[in-house]
């Protein structure tokens, strides 16, 4: 089954410098830095109010930042309008979903692989997603408002896939899921990384972004604090006492 364009083989894929966003006067991120690797899962943890989503809101450029520079897959794209980022091949999959509730499920698909980007392979982009999500294919028809919320979580990922990313950017996927749904978004992400796809994961369940990064920054007031591979800061102490909850 034919997956999403893969992206060249630059490393890292996307490079964050500098990076700062104020609201309304208050900084939500300073002087962030970090990168992600072509071909793997790059986790952004941190607490609430860290400046993770406003950090990937000013990747995608659903927001603008103040300064910083942020190059992707070879190219400078701060200040491009979302749009533009999407047709360069980087998806944000938003935290909250955001589906079109009164579209059935196809129509959501539909509408998001209608990018001039990914118009050609929109035939192959729906097969890749119907079968990397069953349940979708069994709910096709359904209205996206009355599907559950690891229901909508998967259709919030398959529009992201329906538009060819070389970069698929997911913000708090599991929140507000139940454990089994977490779980099982989870073994998702694996699938999708299994199939080729570069992730950059915004995640507050710190151990089981942990668990499958291959790479991960820590987060505090706006910039970055710690890095180190998901196995080295599942097991650093301090991020165990600050983040886990284990002394």
């Not at 929109?122 to 359904?142: A, G, I, M, S």
């Amino acid at each position: 089954m034919a997956g999403p364009v893969q992206a060249s083989h630059l490393a890292p894929l996307l490079e964050v410098r500098g990076l700062a966003f104020d609201y309304g006067g208050v900084q939500a991120v300073q002087d962030c830095s970090f990168d992600v690797s072509n071909g793997g899962i790059t986790a952004l943890i941190g607490g609430n109010g860290a400046g993770k989503t406003t950090s990937v809101l000013s990747v995608s450029g659903a927001r603008r930042a103040r300064k910083g520079h942020i190059r992707f897959d070879g190219a400078d794209i701060l200040g491009l309008p979302a749009h533009e980022v999407v047709e360069r091949g980087l998806a944000l999959v938003p935290e909250g979903r955001l589906v079109f509730e009164q579209l059935s499920v196809h129509e959501n698909l539909l509408i998001a692989g209608h990018t001039a980007r990914s118009r050609r392979r929109l035939k192959d982009n729906l097969d890749y997603v119907y079968d990397r999500f069953p349940r979708l294919q069994e709910r096709r028809q359904q209205n996206a408002g009355s599907l559950s919320g690891g229901e909508q979580q998967m259709l919030a990922i398959g529009r992201g896939l329906m538009t060819s990313p070389k970069l698929l950017i997911l913000d708090e996927p599991s929140l507000g899921l139940s454990p089994i749904l977490v779980s099982t978004i989870f073994r998702l992400i694996r699938d999708l990384h299994n199939d080729g796809i570069s992730i950059l994961l915004v995640e507050q369940n710190l151990h089981q972004a942990l668990a499958i990064a291959d790479y991960a920054y820590v987060l505090e007031k706006g910039r970055v604090v710690q890095s180190g591979t998901g196995h080295e800061l599942l097991n650093d102490p301090k991020v165990k006492e600050a983040y886990l909850g284990v002394a």
